[in-house]
């Protein structure tokens, strides 16, 4: 399976946060899966950042190079995926969000979250 990981999974995995799921851990560390995080996922975190979000207090360049050191494959952002997300239903307001759904549903990837809103989407959106 090809999972796209949320904002928040990608710091719990690289901080081996308890928050993530027994679940999001199996499918996370399964050799069988390949992971990928978005730049719109890094852009997130450093705007986040930027505003003083205690959440959201991780060294960006660090932790990309983490997770490209541990099989993170990075997708980057292109003009279809923003095209796409057009076409989903409001459901969320979040723009980070709507470009993951936008990008795994176009790339048949997984996408990995923890937020009960992203996952009402349907199509290729996880909760765990």
Do not use: C
Not at 5 to 19: C, I, K, Q, V, Y
Not at 31 to 37: I, Q, S
Not at 75 to 87: K, M, Q, W
Not at 107 to 113: C, D, I, P, R, S
Request: hydrophobic content about 40%.
């Amino acid at each position: 399976m090809r999972l796209l990981l949320d904002s928040h999974l990608l710091l719990w995995a690289a901080e081996g946060s308890t928050r993530l799921t027994t679940q999001a851990r199996r499918l996370i560390g399964s050799v069988d899966n390949e992971k990928f995080f978005s730049a719109a996922s890094l852009w997130e975190l450093t705007i986040k950042r930027g505003l003083g979000r205690e959440d959201f207090q991780v060294h960006i360049p660090n932790l990309r190079r983490g997770l490209l050191g541990n099989s993170y494959q990075e997708l980057p952002v292109r003009g279809d995926h923003a095209i796409f997300v057009t076409s989903l239903p409001p459901i969320h307001k979040d723009p980070f969000d709507r470009m993951l759904i936008a990008q795994a549903t176009l790339e048949g990837m997984t996408l990995l979250t923890a937020d009960p809103t992203v996952a009402k989407y349907a199509g290729p959106v996880r909760k765990v």
